[in-house]
């Protein structure tokens, strides 16, 4: 009867998911900076120094703690459906990055069992989809991302 009901209980939270939660952000006024950039997807960012980067592909993904809290994601329409990233969610508002209009996302991005809550800017670059991730809980960036989003740079155009 106990195996049964572990069972169970093991099954329901899988089906309804689990919240993974992002490290708490850096303060802004506390961080070291340095620029990354990218030249074969085009892109320079402001990140603090204790962020670790990581290239998989067109992405790359900087971890604090060990935990994926920041994302540069080129995609086309199909992989960013396939992946359960922006385009599972509607847009909240359209805002300028980088000098171009891009929408602002606010969505849960699921990886099998668990979700991420996100924070995400979508522009289209080079015929894809150039997304800017925050992994970070509520609908608002805090002053340390909102920084590095107001540092993102286009470049080799």
């Given at each position: 009867m106990k195996t049964r009901l572990l069972g169970i209980t093991i099954v329901a939270l899988i089906l309804a998911?689990?919240?993974s939660t992002p490290p708490a952000w850096p303060?802004?006024?506390d961080v070291r900076w340095s620029t990354y950039t990218r030249t074969d997807v085009g892109f320079s960012v402001a990140v603090p120094e204790t962020f670790r980067s990581e290239q998989n592909g067109d992405d790359t993904v900087f971890y604090a703690s060990g935990f994926p809290i920041f994302r540069v994601l080129w995609v086309d329409e199909e992989a960013a459906r396939r992946r359960g990233l922006w385009v599972v969610s509607q847009p909240v508002e359209t805002v300028t990055v980088?000098?171009?209009p891009a929408q602002r996302y606010v969505y849960?991005?699921?990886d099998f069992a668990?979700?991420?809550?996100?924070i995400a800017y979508v522009l289209p670059w080079h015929g894809k989809q150039l997304?800017?991730?925050?992994?970070?809980d509520g609908d608002a960036l805090n002053d340390t991302a909102q920084h590095m989003l107001d540092s993102f740079r286009l470049?080799?155009?």
């Open positions: 998911g689990c919240k303060r802004a006024a980088a000098g171009q849960d991005h699921g668990t979700y991420t809550p996100t997304g800017i991730e925050f992994r970070i470049t080799g155009e």
